[in-house]
């Protein structure tokens, strides 16, 4: 697991609060409804932070998102350097 | 340059009358990708879109469904399919933040019913998502791409548009669930942009520079549509627009593009007054913010679509006073997609906002009486003015037995005009109950006094408790002034209780932190307290959540029917009844 994925992770959990609940890079939030629709805004701006990199949301889908693994591969399909 | 808006037969010739070199739409992506279109090159690309839809046998009077992302191509598109005499309508796209399931119900419902010749989506639009797109056997679907390239102007037959054909169908308040299309003709528009051009001085304005728009709002929303894309269009005016999902993101770009554009003009919903300076990096200080941003060419930045709130007026005003935000440029207005925008406007003329007056909240509760009192005085409501009646606009307020009220006294809004649609597409039934003789039933409470228009709420939302009438918003407004809650995350609902035969008060609330939830006991004891102390009625139960609980509407702002809907499914016990739909 990646520096990035691993931070990614980290703010996953404060932000569901399932104490007990392991995730890994590939477990689905989205799909599986750990993680709302609303929480998306809070999770592609810690993206931005751990990446460096401005996300154009309008570039986004939810499937996107499903994942740390899709998030981090994302950013790099999509972002762009931050100045 | 001054437009008479008056002189158009339709929205087609008014474009065509702006000279070609002015600026008209800059597309603001971030501070390294802007793009800017003259009204020239905006009709040459509209003309091109129009040629590829005329050769899909588009035809007058046909419906085009329009689910792109907010950019350059879509606005032609739209204009596109009104030069052929045919009737565009916007649709959300879909988008990371919104929930897949109600996003596909309202995507079958609205397709369904305009029964469209042709769908438009863009090159990228999610494939798993087109099998919710209503394609009936005359529908097509038709793939744009972003680039018109640099094709001359085609030579298109020029479709005879009448000034009482319909120019489009606007899609009443709401991303999701079954929206109701508003049908909408050139003259009913072309009557509405000129009133509101006239009530904010645009006319007036013309021996100063010219007014410039800025926009973050979604074009399927009447506020979008109408002030920041077709007021423009047709006042000849420059609009810079970001896209609704930039914008949630980092709302301080707004800052940036008002700064950087020298915008003078811009609508937002009362929820982003307070969202913009919360979200903003004040953290590091006016100074930060005095060196790089500037508000001072704002002249009216227009509350709409949600009741006002003095509050939140305020706190934007305060919070931006230091980056040359003028007094006296918020602004109010009360409109709807059904009357095509605006009904009343604030005078953004006299140098200070909308008129505010403390009502004695007793008597608007038990006999919906207006009972100005002083600021100060025990139990002192205010409210803030939406502004007059803009011309040949006329509202009546409706008792609850149908009686019409006078001034100060609250009940339904009522409203009669020019611009007044003539009904919702495919929805007779549904017209046939809100327009009565001419009258459009708006479902909102309000109350007119030195004639000028307050709203109250939505008629839906009232709270109607052992006889005395309760607003919502002024239960949550005393919850969230507890230190412990979340500011804007409480929602107040009415259950009904059959065994005492009224409904009962049911506070839903965000604490700040989840450690909080250790004081509940104490916490839910001092909201009870205020809440008696300030409207005299006890709460029935008050849910205490963690961060992030209630439902949120697309936009971030706590949403009743969602929060409803939840609190029925995970609190059975409260014998809570799920509820239909939300006008957002």
Known sequence: MTVDEQQMIEHIQQLIRKPGLVLDENTALV?????????????????????????????VQPKDMNTVALMLATAQRVGKVRK | MTVEVSQFRNLIEALDAAPAELPFLTVWVDEDEQKTVTFGEFRR???VQAMALRNEGMRVGDRVVILMPQTLSAMTMFVATMMLGALPAFLAYPNFKIEPSKYRSGLEGVTANLKAKVVVIDAEFPDELLGHVSIGGETRLFRVSQDSGSASVPAIPEADILADST???????????????????????????????????????????ADCIYSWLPLYHDMGLIACFMLPMVCHLHVVMQSPLDWVMHPETMLQIITEHKCTLAWMPNFAFQFVPRRTSLSRGAKYHRAKYDLSSLRALINCSEPVRSQSMEEFQEAFSTIGLKDGVLHSSYAMAENVFAVTQSDCRRGRGPNRVWLDGKMLRNAHQIVPVAAGDEGAISF????????????????EMGGILGSGQVGEILIRSDSLFT????????????????????????????????????????LIIGGENLYPHDIE???????????????????????????????VAEVDHEELL??????????????????????????????????????????RSGTHEKLARENPELRIEAVESERA
């Open chain 1, 31 to 59: 799909s599986s409804g750990l993680v709302d629709s609303m929480a998306l805004v809070d999770l592609l701006l810690k993206l931005e932070d751990v990446t460096h990199m401005r996300i154009p949301p309008g570039k």
């Open chain 2, 45 to 47: 690309q509209a003309r």
């Open chain 2, 167 to 209: 120019a489009f169908i606007q899609h009443s308040a709401g991303t999701t669930g079954l929206q109701k299309g508003v049908a909408l003709t050139h003259a009913a528009v072309l009557r509405q942009l000129g009133h509101l051009a006239a009530a904010l001085g645009i006319d007036a304005a013309k021996r100063g520079p």
């Open chain 2, 384 to 399: 803030t003015s939406s502004g007059r009646l803009l011309p040949n606009n006329e509202v009546r307020i409706l008792s």
């Open chain 2, 423 to 462: 009904g919702y597409y495919n929805r007779p039934e549904l017209t046939a109950e809100v327009i009565v003789d001419g009258w459009y039933h708006s479902g909102d409470l309000g109350f007119c006094l030195e004639d000028e228009l307050y709203v109250v709420g939505r008629k839906k939302d009232l």
């Open chain 2, 477 to 507: 407004e005393i919850v969230c002034s507890h230190p412990a809650i979340h500011d804007g995350r409480a929602v107040a609902l009415g259950v009904y209780n059959a065994d005492v035969g009224t409904e009962e008060i049911v506070v």
């Open chain 2, 518 to 559: 250790a004081n509940r006991d104490a916490i839910e004891r001092e909201v009870r307290n205020l809440v008696v102390g300030g409207i005299g009625v006890a709460v029935k139960k008050i849910l205490l959540k963690p961060p992030q609980w209630l439902v949120k509407s697309t936009a971030g702002k706590a949403s």
